[in-house]
């Protein structure tokens, strides 16, 4: 695999053979721990994370990288993005530098870059993970872009391939509410990875919510979540921002909340959420600390996750 930015990176398009390497990693974590060996794998953020930045190394330790990170915000140069711009603001560093010196020490970057949620053209195009695939000099792997979150949705396939008790599961992504404005990405890649898996999708969101047809034409979709959940296997879990009126927020109706009571209309369903999670906004304190909860194991996934992009990236080097 020579990057990991979306699902038409896995070679082939085999979502299920690289779930199920994952999965035999799981059972042997050092199997490779001579792989990454004098290898070192940089992480650069330019938003919070937990799961992500610790799932990420521990899966490059597990196979003998070295890892260092840095959160640029708070600690690097302010980055310019644009060409031609007279710098006298406040951009301290052209991309351009940053991106080929990163290079230098680095031999996979991870790149962790949300969406403004302001400007939709320049998150749609992915304007700061683009530019820098474009002035690196080595793999990119996508931590999480203004428009997809690859690798959580591979630790999700991987958690509903571990829990799925018949062959084509019936999986829901439902909106919830959230008070604060959040990217799509988590929908979005969700959406990707699963429709390229044996399952039957069902996206239910309130009117307004409607995601980028890139993404959700050929889904079915509906506006009642009750009607969604009748038969569920899993319930997905996840907040987005208007993609129509870009980046708003135009409820928080906590008729949403993902509650006992609705989890009642499915077939037992277990229930999914990428973390963090806002508790009683998002799901109720009972649903999410229910035994039917998988958040926690989708958290420990994130390792085999990264861990089976890198170890795929690192075989291409080689
Ligand atoms: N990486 C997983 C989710 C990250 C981000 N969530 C957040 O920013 C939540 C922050 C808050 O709860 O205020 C998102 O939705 O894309
Ligand atoms: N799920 C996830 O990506 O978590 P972090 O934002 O904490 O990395």
Not at 123 to 130: A, F, G, I, K
Not at 156 to 176: F, G, M, N
Not at 196 to 217: M, R
Request: proline share 3%; net charge negative.
């Amino acid at each position: 695999m020579k990057q990991f930015i979306q699902v038409e990176d896995v070679p082939d398009k085999d979502v299920e053979s690289l779930v199920q390497e994952a999965i035999k990693l799981k059972k042997q974590p050092f199997q490779f721990d001579d792989l990454g060996k004098h290898k070192t794998l940089g992480l650069i953020f330019f938003n919070q994370s937990l799961r992500t930045r610790l799932s990420t190394q521990r899966a490059a330790q597990n196979l003998g990288m070295d890892v260092i990170s840095m959160n640029m915000n708070s600690e690097s140069w302010q980055l310019e993005f644009q060409d031609g711009t007279v710098m006298d603001g406040n951009t301290q560093e052209h991309v351009r530098e940053a991106a080929a010196v990163i290079s230098q020490y680095c031999d996979i970057i991870g790149i962790r870059t949300f969406a403004s949620l302001t400007d939709r053209g320049k998150d749609y195009r992915e304007d700061v993970l683009s530019k820098f695939m474009q002035f690196a000099k080595v793999p990119i792997v996508n931590l999480e872009s203004a428009i997809r979150h690859p690798l959580q949705s591979l630790a999700d396939l991987i958690t509903i391939e571990e829990h799925k008790k018949i062959k084509r599961p019936k999986v829901v992504l439902s909106w919830a509410p959230h008070p604060r404005a959040l990217p799509q990405a988590v929908a979005n890649s969700f959406v990707e990875w699963v429709k390229n898996s044996d399952a039957e999708l069902v996206v239910t969101h309130p009117e307004g919510y409607e995601l980028a047809d890139e993404f959700v034409q050929d889904v079915s979709v509906v506006t009642c979540q009750q009607e969604a959940f009748e038969g569920a296997d899993f319930i997905y879990a996840k907040n987005w921002s208007a993609y129509q009126d870009y980046g708003k927020i135009l409820l928080k109706d906590n008729n949403w909340t993902i509650t006992e009571e609705k989890m009642n209309l499915t077939n037992q369903a277990r229930f999914m959420h990428c973390l963090p999670v806002r508790r009683n906004m998002i799901v109720s304190d009972a649903v999410i600390d229910h035994e039917n909860s998988l958040v926690l194991e989708q958290a420990r996934n994130r390792i085999f996750a990264a861990q089976v992009v890198l170890k795929k990236i690192l075989e291409w080097k080689n």
